[in-house]
């Protein structure tokens, strides 16, 4: 069964940082592309950044680019996502997500969330 737990939301001040983990059981994530997306209240969910290990490919939302990095641990099956110089537009349930394809909106399973909020 595939399974995907994220970890490592909270409150932090603006400009802070916040390090994420998804935890994958079920399946090998150099085997698969692992993404993140976020939700804010009243907004629709985005794409974040989006790491596909096996082709050594990372995608990254334009706007977030040099502040946001993902990364992989494949021993440790588990995915990152380090948030820097975070803003109160940040503030959002993150959500992890995988698919054997390539990197998509469109993932074929996806975590429950971990709540960022950012305090100005």
């Known amino acids: 069964e595939v399974q995907l737990v994220e970890s490592g939301g909270g409150l932090v001040q603006a400009g802070g940082s916040l390090r994420l983990s998804c935890a994958a059981s079920?399946?090998?994530?150099?085997?698969?592309?692992l993404g993140w997306f976020r939700q804010a209240p009243g907004k629709d969910r985005e794409g974040v950044a989006c790491i596909k290990t096996s082709i050594n490919r990372t995608f990254y939302e334009e706007s977030l680019k040099g502040r946001f990095t993902i990364s992989s641990d494949n021993a440790k099956n588990t995915v990152f996502l380090q948030m820097n110089s975070l803003t109160p537009e940040d503030a959002a349930v993150y959500y992890c997500a995988a698919t054997p394809r390539y990197c998509d909106l469109d993932m074929d399973y996806w975590g429950n969330g971990t709540l960022v909020t950012v305090a100005s």
């Open positions: 079920g399946f090998a994530v150099d085997d698969y592309s």
